[in-house]
């Protein structure tokens, strides 16, 4: 028991008289307040107020913190220690694991490697399966037949005799046949029941080990690591948002697997490791296995996400290892060149027989060290030549001397020749000279020594460098190091000549005598030192020892070779330029290849060699060099390796080489990028380069090389923009045949903005006037380098390639990328257009024009050419010409797009501005305005000068915790902010003060004036959207008021992972008080906007969703008032509609687009629409409607269809109200729902404003009129359709399909009398329509009294028994047999007699009546109802045109008359014989469309001519009218026109006005 006395003392005192009394133990605790909130701080939910603590901590002890390791458990094992009961224990700890049932680090790793050795050692052992079948017989002992028992045991002592053979197999297949033997001698079915119920676990057993041991092995590896897959590959989907709503709706009714999956993918990190150290296991016991596995280990390669990288990488490796020969076939295959290369005595080799390992396309530097140290002389100095060889194959060897020791190791002394191309090969003193005049020469990165350095393209050819090596193994250092003066002095008999033939050859002299020109190699039998830093510090030591020896004998370099068994060799090189210090760029890295992999050209970044898994390839993370104090902004990986192979002969095979070496290689590439992302500077890499040298020569045209290339940067496209590799080199030696001279090529990959691939290729050629190669374009386009010299340095970010790195990092398009984007999907659509037309018609070259729209100082829209990225505010717009295949003359649009990079696309004053502007612009033109929307909604900003210098006034200037009284500036400081900030005037503590009242800052675009110009741009939205076709396209995310905005213009595209919110996730938890929402996604992701509505589509990417925007504009016309773009279709007009709806639920999509054929292969059953043409949009909300836009003959309408299926509303649970829970309600079909109605009302208001005629297939059954529905508003939503549709300016057709019916209510709302104008209704042959169905009308006006009227006018029999009863005399029994004769007729009768009236009712629903009684127009056959229905869409919308020509003409006009005087005009043209033809909408059409052509063609048409006679009554008529009302004006009138006749009209005039005439009786 707990007792307080709490004394109130001022809050921030020292409360010394709070004590506690805990009476139990009779303690006293004497406490003191410690306030962690101060008085006005904002307190969250749990936040702590203050801490109280003891006023002498002294007197008690207080609780440490283990921080040490518990022990072991010691409790009792469950598992017992026999072989089988281990691999139990092995295999149950790791299927824990791929549970998500793992122990923390660092536990965890320890025990995982314990439990895999365990389960690898014990799966593997041959008695694993006799010890399992013995536990299984003794668990059964009794319940079998002796004999059984007996012959399974025997079977089972002979394999226990026989189990270290390596030929005995565990006699699965034996035992099972005596199981299956007994059990055919048993004859009751009871019996064999029993019998195998009691043997299951043997069968089991059995059939686990049919493949043996090893087959028992591969079956259970391929269960973890498919247990591992199947659940990995649920996150694999896109955001882990999206994947977790995947899940549910798999798991639909079990959520605990979906729980487990989640609780699995937590670990995901260990459940990694445990598959590495498998497939490890794999590699090293059982290499065989990896291909019998191969589907499962391909499939994990597949893994895309970060979380599975080191798994797939892993997977990736041992499939490329599993397809290349081991390293004992390889040192067995190197070894037999050897041999049979040298001669029978023993003494010499042949070179030629050597050319396979020098040229070989596998690797040889890990197998051909070990031949440094063989027995066999010969082979030792031939391995060492083959070394030299394919080390320099890039150079010209052209001096090679092999010699001894004293000791007898073996020496090799090469003479090679810098090429042309090499950076080193031209005039050192040149160099040196250049280099001097450089204020800051860099001192690194060069390729094998000097830096590299800009040069004078008029430098002179001069002669190629030599360079000089010596070559030499040794088993230790200690070994080498006496032997060094030995081998140092080879240098200098080499150059006196001592070894036969003089190596040094004319070249050396152009060579300057203060050049080292010296190279040596040193390999070392390293074993068992695998520490990097022991190894570079001993080697630098010595070289340090003996450096003045090296630098008098001119060494350039000095290489360690550091040769382990079954590893590649390890290279520390050290360089006289860095005093003979290692150069860490080169480490690990044979530096006769850095020419090859032109390391040099990095020399802008300061580079950091990463650690890689692949040999072949070297991986540097470069950052880029700014001056001293800056920060760095490119940080970028380089990807480089070397490809090798023998010389190709034919095209094939050469072509074959490339695409498989080549995309092995890019992959490769991309494995050690996705290792080296782990690196804390991997998240800020960008522009990520591959390099990739062929160093063969390749025998194929180099066009194909560029259609390969494409289609395999294609084809891994969304991984290589993944890790950011915007940028590949290829470089290839080309020949045209066998015999031409190989033509060095490159090939220049780059994809700027993740969807514009750009394929550059060039040929290096000798620039004449400075002896430097340089690029020169290859193909018809000269590309960006074109000209560029080879050396030239890889260039760092520029200002557009930084900001869209800034936008990629908020995973969508820098703003100026979308022009491009546009061009690209606008040209995709022309050749798509092309293919289906079977036209030869190509994109215009000015597919897309565009020019960008600003604001001038008056606030202003004008239109300006500038450079992209000069935008200064974070709204960009334009006005853009679209040429598409519906108007190959071009078509207008406004497009608005925020800049994400510029104050993260939020909404200031001047955004507003421009936004309103623009849109004010479309409306103005009568244009389609865009949005592309990726903002974070209105800008909150503070004053940044007041921040500077506002200085406080506290309540104790000793204890400012105790709080403050106000803000303040000093004079000095309140004469600087003039303008910024109200303030008062005061004196206080002494001094003059200005207390700041409010702050008004400097800089407009900081507070509430970005709301105000947010709900500018909210009304004017709403305004566009009422005027003009709006479009918008939200990624990465709109906020606040830019979600506003999207939405209020309505048709709205999502991109994957872009939410539509209003307030973000981080600021919600924050009210919440805890952390409920885990990301915005949550909150507006597709699965939220997307499922009620509010997006009316979904698109993967920024380019797929331009491209929808696209096709959508292609359904609307090209202004506001012009008709639909109609493009001749290539689906037929008159062709049969195949689908046929059927009376059961049916896809309504099918109906309208058509679908495979379900019973003819490779046939296609058309529907109503032109193939391909339908667009539904809002599909996942309000599923009982389908809407959408379609093309029906090429002329685009809107879509309104019913599905005919139930379907499911789920209701998602929200995460920050824990009693609610998810929940799915069925809503049956031909019904309208309020989420239903409401899309059917919202469809048809988009589709009148873009001026679409609407077709409507009606098939409902009423309106859903249940309590929940009437209180979620289904009325009112209903009304909203009507409401639609009396506002609907263009022709709406209502079709009731075959086997549909329309009934009561939904018949109301879209009855044709609401808008007679423009509505019409027809009803298929096959269809009903009525107040009720059927079986409501019988329930009401067919009752059973009814029934028993007609059954008594109709049924004889019951006539008679009829008759029988009123026959007079009968007694009560007759009379009552009678009466139940007649209750048994009526009984047997009922039944038919209600289907004879529900199909009496069911008649008076027909088209035929529903025709008679004039509420539809037509009754249609569906075989045809597509002709009809093109046919009298295309005059509707014809005589709408030549209808508002009159109305301009002359408004006064009903349509009646209108109507009438069409038809007049038509009889008039045609003739009165073809009168008839008035009602044949074909010939109508076809008339008003030769109309037009005349009209195009002639510049006149009849019904144009008949239109100018109405406009000119129709003035006279005014003109008229105007007089009569005012005949004071008539005089000046007369006057007036007078002075605008010419002579001659003005003598008509008078000779009219001297005849007599009579008054027009329209006077009085």
Not at 205 to 214: A, E, F, H, T
Not at 1478 to 1501: C, F, M
């Amino acid at each position: 028991m707990v007792s307080l006395l709490l004394t109130c003392v001022p809050i921030y005192g020292h409360i010394t008289t709070i004590f506690v009394h805990i009476t139990k133990f009779n303690v006293f605790c004497f406490l003191s307040v410690h306030y962690v909130k101060r008085g006005g701080a904002v307190l969250d939910q749990g936040s702590i107020v203050a801490k109280l603590e003891l006023d002498d901590p002294s007197r008690v002890q207080r609780a440490q913190m283990y921080t040490g390791q518990f022990p072991a458990p010691q409790g009792p094992s469950v598992h017992g220690s026999k072989l089988h009961q281990v691999f139990q224990k092995a295999k149950e700890a790791l299927d824990n694991i791929m549970n998500g049932y793992c122990l923390p680090e660092p536990y965890f790793e320890e025990k995982c490697e314990e439990y895999v050795q365990m389960f690898m050692k014990s799966v593997r052992n041959p008695a694993l399966p006799l010890l399992e079948m013995q536990e299984m017989v003794s668990s059964i002992v009794g319940r079998v037949p002796s004999d059984v028992e007996k012959h399974i045991k025997k079977l089972l002592n002979q394999y226990n005799s026989n189990i270290t053979s390596v030929l005995c197999q565990f006699p699965s297949q034996q035992i099972a046949n005596v199981i299956d033997k007994h059990a055919a001698t048993l004859a009751k079915k009871a019996d064999r029941d029993a019998f195998f119920l009691h043997t299951q676990g043997i069968i089991q057993l059995v059939q686990r080990y049919r493949n043996g041991i090893r087959g028992h092995m591969k079956s259970v590896i391929h269960d973890l690591l498919l247990q591992y897959l199947t659940i990995e590959k649920v996150f694999q989907q896109g955001p882990y948002d999206k994947c977790i709503t995947a899940l549910i709706d798999q798991q639909k009714g079990d959520m605990m697997t979906a729980v487990q999956y989640v609780f699995s993918h937590y670990h995901v990190k260990e459940k990694n490791m445990l598959v590495v150290m498998l497939i490890d296991q794999l590699c090293k016991k059982e290499p065989g296995l990896i291909d019998e596995l191969s589907q499962v280990i391909g499939e994990l390669t597949s893994l895309n996400k970060q979380d599975n990288s080191k798994v797939s990488l892993r997977a990736r490796q041992v499939l490329i290892a599993a397809h290349q020969p081991s390293y004992e076939v390889r040192h067995n295959q190197v070894e037999s060149i050897f041999l049979n290369a040298i001669d029978m005595y023993g003494h010499q080799f042949c070179p030629d027989s050597l050319k396979k390992v020098i040229m070989s396309e596998t690797a040889v530097f890990d197998v051909l060290p070990s031949f440094f140290y063989h027995s066999n002389e010969v082979i030792r100095r031939a391995a060492l030549e083959v070394y030299v060889r394919r080390a320099y194959i890039a150079y010209e060897v052209n001096g090679l001397q092999h010699a001894s020791l004293t000791s007898g190791c073996c020496v090799l002394q090469f003479q090679f020749m810098l090429p042309s191309s090499h950076p080193n090969s031209i005039n050192s003193l040149k160099i040196k000279r250049l280099a001097k005049s450089r204020p800051n020469p860099m001192t690194r990165v060069a390729s094998l020594s000097e830096d590299i350095v800009d040069l004078d393209v008029n430098d002179v050819k001069l002669p190629p460098c030599q360079r000089m090596g010596v070559m030499c193994a040794f088993e230790t250092m200690q070994e080498f190091e006496p032997k060094f003066q030995e081998v140092i002095a080879m240098f200098m008999a080499m150059k006196q000549g001592r070894f036969g033939e003089d190596l040094y050859d004319s070249h050396i002299e152009n060579c300057p005598s203060d050049e080292p020109i010296h190279i040596l190699n040193i390999a070392l039998n390293v074993v068992g030192e695998k520490d990097d830093k022991i190894l570079s510090d001993k080697f630098y030591k010595f070289c340090q020892e003996k450096a003045d020896i090296l630098i008098s004998n001119d060494v350039r370099r000095i290489t360690f070779i550091c040769l382990q068994k079954r590893e590649f060799p390890k290279f520390f090189t050290y360089r006289a330029r860095l005093d003979f210090g290692e150069d860490p760029i080169y480490r690990h890295l044979e530096p006769a290849l850095a020419f090859q992999l032109e390391i040099n050209r990095m020399r802008n970044f300061d580079l950091v060699a990463m650690d890689k898994a692949s040999h072949r390839m070297h991986l540097y993370l470069g950052s880029a060099k700014v001056e001293e104090g800056r920060e760095v902004t490119d940080y970028r990986f380089f990807v480089r390796a070397i490809i090798r192979h023998s010389d190709m002969v034919t095209k094939e095979a050469s072509f074959e080489y490339l695409k498989n070496e080549g995309e092995r290689m890019l992959l490769e590439a991309l494995d050690e990028l996705e290792l080296a992302f782990s690196h804390p500077n991997s998240k800020r890499t960008d522009c990520n380069h591959i390099f990739l040298n062929f160093v063969p020569s390749v025998i194929m045209d180099p066009m194909k090389i560029e259609e390969s290339m494409r289609s395999m940067v294609l084809r891994y496209g969304s991984r290589l923009w993944k890790l950011r590799v915007l940028q590949a080199e290829l470089r290839f030696n080309v020949k045209k045949n066998s015999n031409s001279t190989p033509i060095a090529m490159r090939f220049f990959i780059t994809n700027e903005s993740g969807y514009n691939l750009d394929i550059s290729s060039y040929r290096e050629v000798t620039d004449m006037a400075s002896s430097m190669i340089k690029f020169v374009s290859a193909g018809p386009r000269q590309g960006p380098l074109h000209g560029r010299m080879l050396n030239m340095s890889y260039m760092t970010k520029d200002h557009l390639q930084l900001k869209r790195y800034n936008a990629s990092k908020f995973n969508t398009t820098y703003v100026y990328d979308y022009p491009d984007m546009f061009k690209k999907n606008l040209v995709s659509m022309w050749n798509k257009h092309s293919k289906l037309s079977g036209s030869k018609e190509e994109a215009p070259e000015d597919v897309i024009t565009c020019s960008e729209l600003v604001l001038d100082a008056n606030g202003q829209i004008i239109t300006m050419n500038r450079m992209h990225g000069e935008n200064t505010i974070g709204m960009v717009a334009w006005k853009m010409t679209f040429k598409t295949p519906e108007y190959p003359d071009g078509r207008d649009v406004v497009c608005i797009a925020n800049d994400i990079t510029h104050q993260i696309g939020s909404f200031g004053p001047q955004e507003d501005n421009l936004f309103e502007r623009a849109s004010e612009l479309a409306r103005a033109q009568g244009i389609p305005r865009i949005y592309l929307s990726a903002n974070s909604g209105a800008r909150i900003g503070l004053a940044e000068e007041v921040k500077q210098l506002f200085k406080v006034s506290w309540d104790d200037p000793s204890a400012p915790e105790k709080g403050f009284k106000y803000l303040y500036l000093t004079p000095e400081d309140y004469k600087k902010l003039d303008g910024s900030v109200h303030a008062v005037h005061m004196e206080d503590e002494g001094e003059s003060r200005y207390k700041i009242t409010d702050i008004i800052g400097q800089e407009d675009g900081i507070g509430v004036e970005n709301l105000r110009g947010s709900g500018m741009i909210a009304g004017g939205t709403s305004r566009a959207y009422e005027e003009v076709i709006t479009l918008n396209m939200v990624t990465c995310r709109a906020v606040g008021i830019g979600s506003y905005v999207v939405r209020l213009g309505q048709r709205i595209i999502q991109v994957e992972n872009s939410p539509i919110i209003l307030t973000g996730n981080q600021a919600l938890n924050k009210v919440l008080g805890r952390d409920v929402y885990t990301s915005n996604n949550q909150l507006g992701g597709i699965q939220i906007m997307h499922n009620n509505g509010v997006s009316h589509a979904v698109a993967r990417d920024d380019f797929h969703g331009v491209y929808t925007l696209l096709k959508w504009l292609s359904y609307m016309p090209k202004h506001k008032g012009a008709s639909v773009p109609v493009v001749p279709s290539i689906d037929v007009v008159e062709r049969d509609v195949q689908f046929v709806p059927t009376k059961t639920p049916y896809d309504p999509r099918h109906m309208l687009a058509g679908r495979p054929h379900p019973d003819i292969a490779n046939e296609w059953q058309s529907g109503f629409f032109d193939k391909d043409s339908f667009m539904e949009i809002m599909q996942p909300w309000a599923q009982t409607v389908v809407v959408g836009r379609a093309k029906l003959g090429g002329i685009p309408m809107g879509v309104i269809a019913v599905e005919t299926r139930t379907v499911n509303l789920d209701i998602p649970a929200d995460p920050g109200n824990p009693d609610t829970e998810s929940k799915v309600i069925a809503q049956a079909g031909m019904v309208w729902f309020p989420d239903s109605a409401f899309k059917t009302a919202q469809a048809i208001k988009d589709f009148n404003r873009e001026e679409l005629p609407l077709i409507i297939f009606a098939n409902w059954r009423g309106f859903s009129g249940g309590m929940k529905d009437m209180y979620e508003q289904v009325l009112k939503y209903g009304s909203y359709i009507v409401d639609a549709l009396v506002e609907y300016k263009q022709p709406v057709m209502v079709y009731i399909p075959p086997n549909g019916e329309l009934r009561g209510g939904s018949w109301v709302v879209i009855d044709p009398t609401i808008n007679p104008e423009h509505m019409e209704m027809y009803a298929d042959v096959d269809s009903r329509g009525g107040v009720l169905e059927p079986e409501g009308t019988v329930e009401i006006k067919f009752k059973r009294r009814d029934l028993l009227k007609a059954m008594r006018r109709i049924d004889p029999k019951y006539q008679e028994l009829e008759i029988s009863l009123q026959v007079k005399g009968l007694i009560d029994k007759e009379r009552n047999e009678i009466k139940s004769k007649l209750r048994e007729r009526e009984e047997l009768l009922l039944p038919i007699y209600h289907q004879v009236a529900v199909n009496f009712a069911d008649l008076h629903d027909t088209a035929g009546r529903m025709q008679e009684k004039g509420v539809i127009s037509e009754s249609l056959h569906w075989k045809n109802s597509r002709k009809f229905f093109y046919w009298r869409v295309r005059r509707l919308l014809l005589e709408y045109k030549v209808c508002a020509l009159i109305r301009k003409a002359n408004d006064t006009l009903s349509n009646v008359e209108i109507k009438f005087m069409l038809r007049r005009w038509f009889v008039d043209d045609q003739g009165a014989p073809k009168a008839y033809l008035w009602d044949n909408n074909q010939a109508v059409s076809e008339w008003l469309l030769d109309q037009e052509r005349q009209q195009a063609t002639k510049g006149h048409s009849s019904i144009l001519d008949n239109v100018q006679s109405v406009r000119r009554d129709q003035l006279i008529l005014q003109i008229r009218k105007l007089v009569n009302e005012n005949p004071e004006v008539v005089m000046d009138s007369v006057v007036h026109m007078t002075q605008k006749m010419t002579p001659s009209q003005k003598a008509e005039i008078i000779k009219v006005l001297s005849t007599e005439t009579p008054i027009d009786s329209d006077s009085n």
